[in-house]
C-alpha cells in the first residue's frame, strides 16, 4: 500500500492507522506562529463508526488504502440483513442494515449500488445519488403561492419526510438527493 505525506491527506481519502480503516471527514491546515505546520484531520472509523481527530505533520507518513468497488444489486432484506448480488459473478452477500444509517428508506428492490471492500470486508454502500419516490401526505396545492423560498413538508411512500416546493402535490413521483436527504425535483 502507498504511504503519503500528512499534508497529502484529503477528504475522502481512506487511511490505515492505529490497526483500524479510516476516512478522512474534514481536513484542516494550521499554521502556528510557533512550530511547524500541520493538518488536523477529522476521521471515522469505517469498521465501527467513531471518529477521531488526529494530528498530521508533512514529515509523518500514512498508509492510503485503495478500496475496490463493485457494483451490486439490492435483492431483498431478512432479519435486519440486507442481501446484494454481484453483477458479475452472481454471488450473494448478506450485510447489516445499520451500514446505510438514515439513508435505508431510499434502497429499493432491484437498485444497483456501490459496495466498496477492502479484501473480502464489505465496509460501505453507496446508494444511487438521485432516487425517485411517491409522495403519499402532503399539504394541498395553494394558487398563487410563489415565494422564493417557500417549503411544505411531506411524506414520501418509504415514510421519510422531505420539504417540497409549494406546488408539488400529493401522489406526485419526485427526485430526492440521498447524500442531502432533500427534494431536488419532480420526477
Not at 97 to 117: H, K, S
Not at 121 to 142: D, R, S
Amino acid at each position: 500500500m502507498p504511504k503519503i505525506n500528512g499534508n497529502e491527506i484529503r477528504p475522502g481519502n481512506v487511511l490505515e492507522h492505529e490497526g483500524g480503516l479510516w476516512v478522512a471527514v474534514k481536513l484542516e491546515h494550521v499554521k502556528p506562529g510557533k512550530g511547524g505546520a500541520f493538518a488536523q484531520v477529522e476521521m471515522k472509523n469505517l469498521r465501527n463508526g467513531s471518529k477521531l481527530n488526529e494530528r498530521f505533520r508533512s514529515a509523518d507518513k500514512v498508509e492510503r488504502v485503495r478500496l475496490e468497488q463493485k457494483d451490486q444489486q439490492f435483492l431483498y432484506e431478512s432479519d435486519g440483513m440486507l442481501v446484494f448480488m454481484d453483477t458479475e459473478t452472481f454471488e450473494q452477500i448478506e450485510l447489516p442494515a445499520d451500514l446505510l444509517g438514515e439513508r435505508r428508506p431510499f434502497l429499493q428492490d432491484g437498485m444497483t449500488v456501490v459496495i466498496e471492500y477492502y479484501d473480502v470486508e464489505a465496509l460501505n454502500v453507496t446508494l444511487p445519488q438521485k432516487v425517485t419516490c411517491q409522495i403519499v401526505e402532503t399539504e394541498p396545492v395553494v394558487k398563487g403561492q410563489t415565494a422564493a423560498n417557500s417549503f411544505k413538508p411531506a411524506v414520501l411512500d418509504n415514510g421519510v419526510r422531505v420539504m417540497v416546493p409549494p406546488f408539488v402535490a400529493q401522489d406526485e413521483m419526485i427526485v430526492v438527493n440521498t447524500e442531502t436527504m432533500e427534494y431536488s425535483e419532480r420526477a
